[in-house]
């Protein structure tokens, strides 16, 4: 057995179902050891990038790594906008990058370049795969970096006379096999923390992704539940709590958060005591700190989130699902029982923000204006979808806001957010990896006509693996907001040319259609959807309208008077 084939035995062993990137000579003979191992799918994308973002998007759909892989040199960098969105967002992604043979790879030869120390600081691991023995120990301390702790994508280089070596007589102990290791929270901590959330007045959780990765949500459920907590979420956290619970707030934030709701922007400006469970505090997150009187309850896994922003006043340090567990058993333990019944005056006051954010939002939702809302867009596919059998993307730009803000998830991972790197084009290949990690799910991918033509030749990938997604392109490059600047109305008419969407879909092997009326949504989408459960990727291109996809602007009067277009 040599070194390539090694690792496809011990990926089967790892649990690993789906590999996914772009052939060459110093791969080839890892991806021929894939391509023999009937446990894994292999897609083959048109650009490495969009391979990266297949994996990055089964990563986030079902919580488990999948595989990327490429050949040397230029091919490797080009993948680098994908790997940065999944470092940037914590996803658990494994790339193996093809390198020179090891006596080139430090003499500059053709299509070599230092990978490893181009990706070292955007990994959360890497390692030279530069002997046979250390098949087994770089496996094994790849697949711990995945499974445990903060995610993040781990980079194995792979020279090619390596993979090519005998390896002996391996053997292999997959990490998988053994319960994934969690830690929780100092006692102490968990006391402290109980005795601050019950002696509030006006309690407030917000969630992050790492809830999500920690499988948290059921836990998240029962505590709030049984303090009557009201619930926010970060943007890559939307779905850890289900929105249609009612303690849920929507997407909030430390204060105010660039697509908060209503309710979850009023809420955390009155609390007194906040938790936050597994978030980061980015930009789509938090544009405002909580004041000093505000008690900040943290909890993390990665100890360098910890007290970065600012000093927590319970900082405990532990998986998400097992520090929540702890606080539901102290809960019970030292609270009263009347403490434990429902607060109807928190509950009231929270149907009551959700019910005015409903109005305040419905001129948009249910606009009939030409071009279309970009919001109605959202409202019509909530009505056609059921939420517990569909997963839905956005990519970057104004489509974030009008997507997520509206959209309601009520499983976990059923909305996938993304945004630290925001790297465009992303949906396109994202939406495919869900697709494979849920196949029987209709994948619903919403993104801006830039956006898509970023990575749109990748549309063809989707139907040559079996992997049929709904493709919602909202197009709003024709109509600039007025107040967006003379410069950027100039620099649409002068460059921004775009490209006949319809006509590429359809070479590309989609299924096309065009919205120019709201009134034609409902009808469009429906069959649209049809096709894609039937098997046919579709694309909808939908001319829209150019709006600010934050609406604080709503009920804020000092939002009301800033300008701006789309983001």
Not at 119 to 128: G, N
Request: net charge neutral.
């Amino acid at each position: 057995m040599n070194v390539a084939q090694a690792i496809s035995r011990a990926l089967v062993s790892e649990g690993i179902t789906l590999a996914a990137g772009m052939s060459g000579q110093q791969i080839g003979l890892l991806l021929d050891a894939i391509a023999n191992c009937g446990e894994i799918q292999l897609m083959y994308a048109r650009q490495e990038r969009v391979a990266f973002d297949i994996a990055d998007g089964f990563a986030r759909a079902c919580g488990k790594p999948a595989v990327v892989f490429t050949d040397s040199g230029p091919a490797a960098a080009n993948l680098m906008a994908g790997l940065v969105n999944s470092w940037g967002d914590s996803i658990p992604v494994l790339f193996f990058c093809g390198h020179n043979n090891r006596v080139e790879t430090s003499s500059r030869q053709t299509k070599e370049i230092p990978l490893i120390d181009l990706f070292r600081p955007v990994s959360k691991w890497t390692a030279l795969l530069n002997d046979p023995a250390q098949t087994n120990e770089i496996l094994r301390r790849a697949f711990m970096h995945l499974r445990t702790g903060r995610p993040g994508p781990v980079v194995i280089g792979l020279p090619f006379d390596v993979s090519g070596m005998d390896v002996g007589n391996f053997e292999y102990a997959p990490v998988n096999a053994h319960p994934r290791p969690r830690s929780g929270a100092d006692p102490e901590a968990v006391s402290a923390a109980i005795d601050l959330i019950a002696g509030a007045k006006r309690p407030y959780v917000y969630v992050g992704a790492g809830a999500l990765f920690s499988e948290a949500s059921d836990d998240l459920v029962h505590l709030a539940e049984m303090l009557t907590l009201p619930v926010a979420t970060t943007l890559n956290g939307k779905s850890a709590f289900p929105e249609h619970h009612e303690l849920a707030l929507g997407i909030g934030g430390f204060g105010r958060a660039s697509y908060g709701s209503i309710a979850a922007t009023t809420l955390a400006e009155k609390a007194d005591v906040i938790v936050t469970v597994g978030c980061g505090f980015r930009r789509h997150a938090t544009l405002v700190r909580p004041g000093p009187s505000v008690k900040h309850i943290q909890i993390e896994v990665d100890p360098a989130e910890l007290n970065r922003d600012h000093l927590a006043d319970v900082a405990m340090l532990g998986d998400a699902r097992i520090v929540l567990r702890q606080l539901c058993e102290a809960a019970k333990a030292k609270l009263p029982a009347a403490r434990l019944k429902p607060v109807k005056e928190r509950l009231k006051e929270v149907k009551d923000l959700k019910a005015r954010w409903d109005d305040l939002c419905k001129p948009l939702l249910q606009s009939e204006e030409t071009p279309v809302n970009p919001f109605r867009v959202t409202h019509e596919l909530t009505k056609l979808v059921d939420p517990a059998d569909t997963i839905v993307l956005h990519d970057a730009g104004s489509v974030r806001g009008s997507t997520s803000q509206h959209y309601v998830a009520t499983h976990p991972r059923s909305f996938l957010g993304f945004g630290v790197q925001s790297a465009m084009g992303w949906t396109v290949g994202a939406a495919m990896g869900a697709k494979k990690a849920h196949p029987s799910k209709l994948v619903v991918a919403v993104v801006g006509e830039e956006a898509f033509n970023e990575t749109a030749m990748d549309v063809e990938t989707s139907i040559r693996n079996d992997a049929p997604v709904l493709y919602i392109v909202k197009n709003n490059r024709r109509f600039v907001d007025t107040d967006g600047g003379k410069s950027q109305r100039l620099a649409y008419t002068r460059f921004h040319k775009g490209v006949a969407i319809g006509p590429l879909a359809t070479a590309l092997g989609a299924k096309a259609y065009r919205i120019e009326k709201p009134g034609d949504l409902a009808k469009t989408l429906k069959a649209a959807i049809a096709d894609v459960n039937g098997g046919q990727t579709a694309v909808v291109e939908i001319l829209t309208a150019r709006v600010n996809g934050s609406l604080h602007r709503l009920w804020d009067p000092a939002a009301a008077g800033a300008k701006g277009g789309g983001d």
